[in-house]
């Protein structure tokens, strides 16, 4: 995988597939216990000649962590920057479309909202897709009624005030030291719990990939031990980020209301719909899609939802 070293001393990481000369790029940002590696092309990509980029998140894998005199927005964009400033020679004339899953979708949020004088590329956005998404907590007062109890107790109110994060890594470490312990417990969390109706789009999903189930929820399994193999600062950062400031508050300004935001949300979730439902009714140009099956469906139709925000 790519690393990126600024003069700073950071270390961003990342990789790329696709057109690396196209003017149009997927910017992607996967969830929580994962890198921004891409084993698998979309179709869409080289139908449409699009550059994919996937980016790893401050803190996993060998991505530097957030420092203690930023923020997880403010070094997300700073990161983000860097990034376009090295592959690219000229910026101006790119159109960027957004996506990200779960935790993902709040770097694929703060990247959208970022204003102008901050992130300039940002006039280059075109559009978004989150799925499974999270809203922000700041501004978003309700939103603890979307989460699971799970998520209640690693990212909710408490978490303001306790050292909860820093101690649930202590609990987990041990599920992430090797692939096959991270793999049983993948399964136990998503995969254990389709019904045969998701099972049967996973494996078309995954048939679509070039790949199998097991190899999918492998694969997945050897990246999450690598996404913490360096530490568990991206973890820890979390809930910090969910509760921090994003840049921006609602509703945008008009100049921020460009392409189409397309917001996917499942009906088997334990994350519920509320906080996609808060994300339509304030994000312009959004179309709102409740998709059937669980935390990942969203996925099993990606490819399409691109081509859908492209056009």
């Known amino acids: 995988m790519p690393l990126l070293t ?16 196209s003017n149009n790029v997927l910017l992607f940002f996967a969830g929580i216990f994962t890198i921004g590696s891409i084993k698998y092309t979309f179709p869409v990509v080289k139908e449409k000649g699009l550059h994919h980029i996937a980016f790893t998140l401050p803190g996993w894998g060998d991505a530097s962590p957030v420092p203690p005199s930023s923020t997880f927005a403010q070094t997300l964009i700073g990161d983000i920057t860097a990034l376009f ?3 690219y020679t000229d910026t101006s004339n790119l159109k960027i479309y957004i996506a990200g899953g779960s935790f993902g979708t709040v770097p ?16 280059n956005v075109a559009g978004m897709i989150l799925l499974a998404p999270f809203s922000p907590f700041r501004i978003h007062k309700n ?3 979307s989460l699971s109890w799970r998520d209640w107790i690693s990212v909710g109110p408490l978490t303001k005030y306790l050292p909860i994060p820093g101690l649930l890594s202590l609990v987990m470490g041990s599920k992430f030291k090797t692939v096959d312990s991270a793999e049983q417990m993948l399964r136990q969390i998503l995969f254990d719990k389709m019904d045969e109706a998701e099972k049967e789009k996973f494996a078309a999903h995954c ?15 050897e990246e999450s031990v690598k996404s913490v193999e360096n530490g568990w600062e991206g973890f820890k950062q979390c809930a910090v980020a969910l509760h921090g400031d994003w840049g921006f508050t609602f509703p945008l300004d008009a100049e921020h209301a460009r392409g189409k935001v397309l917001i996917k949300v499942s009906i ?3 994350l519920g719909s509320g906080m996609g ?9 959004s179309e709102f899609i409740i998709c059937e099956g ?5 996925i099993y139709t990606l490819n399409e939802d691109i081509i859908h925000v492209i056009s």
Request: aromatic residues 12%.
């Open 207 to 221: 048939q679509k990939l070039g790949s199998t189930p097991d190899e999918f929820v492998k694969t997945w399994a």
């Open 277 to 285: 439902e808060y994300l339509a009714q304030n994000y312009a140009n």
């Open 6 to 21: 600024l003069d700073s001393g950071r270390v961003i990481a990342y990789d790329q597939d696709g057109d690396p000369e």
């Open 294 to 298: 669980g935390h990942i469906s969203g």
């Open 108 to 123: 694929a949020q703060v990247t959208y909202g970022a204003p102008f004088d901050i992130f300039p590329l940002g006039r």
């Open 268 to 270: 088997s979730d334990e």
């Open 85 to 87: 400033g090295h592959l």
């Open 143 to 145: 939103y603890a009624k």
